[in-house]
C-alpha cells in the first residue's frame, strides 16, 4: 500500500517539479523559493522535499502539504 502511494508522489514530483531520477533520489528539479534546479527528496520515501541551496535558500515542504489529496 505505502510502495503505491510513495509511486504516485513521486511521479507527481516529477510532473510538477521536473526532477529525475538518480540513483535512489529524485534530484534537479525547480525549487519554488530559488527557482534554481536545486529540489531533491528520496524516491523510496519521498516525504520531504527540501532545496540543495541550504544557506542561500533552505526551502523545504513535505509532500503532504503539497499535496493533500
Given at each position: 500500500m505505502f510502495?503505491?502511494?510513495?509511486?504516485?508522489i513521486?511521479?507527481?514530483?516529477?510532473?510538477?517539479?521536473?526532477?529525475?531520477?538518480?540513483?535512489?533520489?529524485?534530484?534537479?528539479?525547480?525549487?519554488?523559493?530559488?527557482?534554481?534546479?536545486?529540489?531533491?527528496?528520496?524516491?523510496?520515501?519521498?516525504?520531504?522535499?527540501?532545496?540543495?541551496?541550504?544557506?542561500?535558500?533552505?526551502?523545504?515542504?513535505?509532500?503532504?502539504?503539497?499535496?493533500?489529496?
Open positions: 510502495e503505491d502511494i510513495n509511486t504516485k513521486a511521479d507527481l514530483i516529477i510532473k510538477e517539479f521536473g526532477c529525475r531520477q538518480h540513483g535512489d533520489y529524485l534530484q534537479h528539479g525547480k525549487c519554488p523559493g530559488c527557482g534554481k534546479k536545486s529540489l531533491w527528496t528520496w524516491v523510496e520515501k519521498p516525504g520531504m522535499l527540501q532545496c540543495d541551496h541550504k544557506d542561500r535558500c533552505s526551502w523545504s515542504m513535505t509532500t503532504k502539504e503539497l499535496f493533500p489529496e
